[in-house]
């Protein structure tokens, strides 16, 4: 998601990744890609209009998720991306899952280089405001995130 070429063409820049979301698999030995969970930098505009409005809708009311979110803010000095870190553990998960991705959550953080920000969200109510998220990007300094204001 970061790691990106200096001379990327347009193609390329549209297959970034902005949002992805891992689960167990089925044997929950491994953390995998949840298969059609992720907002590409080519959705934004034609099937995705608010990014962060649609990554929190992919999140499963019932079951616990890793997800990597791209974020776009802009603070009052500057414009920043800043790679965030989620954990998804709802209060209404099976327990059982929440101590498997409790448990596993230093293996795939370790994964990735280059994350800013740690969140572990146990709710909608601690999601469906971006309040939340400017706050933990920059508290209040941060005026904008993903091209709305704050």
């Known amino acids: 998601m970061k790691v990106r070429k200096a001379q990327a063409n347009e193609d390329e820049k549209r297959k ?3 949002a992805i979301l891992f689960c167990m698999s089925k044997d929950l030995k491994n953390i995998v890609l ?8 080519g959705d934004l505009g034609t099937t995705v209009q608010d990014p962060y409005q649609h990554f929190v809708k992919m999140l499963p009311p ?5 997800a ?6 802009e603070t ?3 414009k920043k991306e800043d790679l965030v870190f989620i954990f998804w553990a709802p209060e209404s998960a099976p327990l059982k899952s929440k ?19 740690e969140w572990q969200v146990n709710g909608l109510e601690d999601l ?10 920059g508290g209040s300094s941060v005026v904008s995130l993903e091209g709305a204001p704050i």
Request: charged residues 45%.
């Open 76 to 78: 009052k000095e500057t």
């Open 128 to 137: 469906k405001d971006r309040h939340t998220l400017a706050e933990k990007l």
């Open 16 to 18: 970034r990744k902005k």
């Open 62 to 66: 019932d079951d616990c998720r890793y």
């Open 34 to 41: 949840d298969d059609g969970k992720e907002i590409l930098l």
């Open 68 to 73: 990597l979110y791209d974020a776009t803010y």
């Open 99 to 117: 101590m498997i991705y409790a448990s596993s959550k230093d293996a795939i953080k370790r994964k990735f280089e280059g994350i800013k920000h």
